[in-house]
């Protein structure tokens, strides 16, 4: 099956910075790779996706980079704020239904 | 809309006792999945559903039992609990499956003893 792999696992910045996390995948066949936010004591939430015929997507401060060709895609925050604090996940699909996650990253925003 | 339901929220079981959890989504989605969710392991898919009727296995279906005789129900069944199983179970529910959005429940919290 696919692996998928996160990094950091852990990544402080100050108010203000941008926060960059990275991850890779090993399944060529994958082609949808979404980006989930959870906070503590709740479920995921999408916070924005990208399929594989697109090399980048934006909404507002948070963008989303893919690189096909070397198999990694990375979640880019700028302009951080306090309520971006939460643990990030990554996540892909290859040729099935099925999804297969990041082990996470968890993000604090220092005011 | 209430979106993806789950309960309980929290449950200890003794080693070798059986459970369901619970699942209820009120979007008319056609697929469903639960994961489990360990600590710095990310989320594992356990199994999923693409329509009433249809289920099939995940990464780490060892254990559990799922069925989907509705679109809005998608049950989880742990037979003989065992510690490896202590974790917090997630079950979302999707329109499209494999390129859509899912949308979480907000967890079960599981201890096994």
């Known amino acids: 099956g696919e692996n998928v792999e996160q990094h950091p696992s852990t990544l402080s910045v100050q108010e203000g910075d941008s926060a960059v996390i990275k991850c890779t995948y090993s399944?060529?066949?994958?082609?949808?790779f979404p980006w989930y936010k959870q906070e503590l004591g709740k479920g995921p939430q999408l916070i924005i996706d990208?399929?594989?015929?697109?090399g980048e997507k934006k909404d507002q401060r948070i963008a989303v980079t893919l690189n096909k060709t070397a198999k990694h895609f990375s979640l880019h925050i700028t302009e951080t704020q306090p309520e971006d604090s939460a643990v990030y996940f990554c996540?892909?699909?290859?040729?099935?239904?099925?999804?297969?996650f990041g082990t996470g990253t968890s993000l604090t925003v220092i005011p | 809309n209430a979106g993806v339901t789950q309960t309980p929220k929290f449950r200890i079981l003794k080693i070798g006792q059986s459970m369901t959890l619970q699942c209820t989504q009120d979007m008319n989605h056609n697929y469903m999945y639960w994961y489990r969710q360990d600590p710095g392991m990310g989320l594992k898919l356990i199994y999923y559903s693409v329509g009433a009727g249809i289920t099939d296995k995940g990464e780490v279906p060892n254990g559990y039992n799922v069925s989907r005789s509705t679109t809005e129900d998608f049950p989880l069944r742990l037979e003989l609990a065992a510690p490896s199983q202590t974790s917090v179970y997630f079950c979302a529910s999707s329109e499209q499956g494999r390129l859509d959005e899912q949308y979480f429940g907000p967890g079960t919290r599981l201890t096994v003893t």
């Open positions: 990208i399929r594989s015929n697109v």
């Open positions: 399944d060529s066949a994958s082609n949808y």
């Open positions: 996540a892909a699909t290859p040729g099935n239904d099925q999804f297969y």
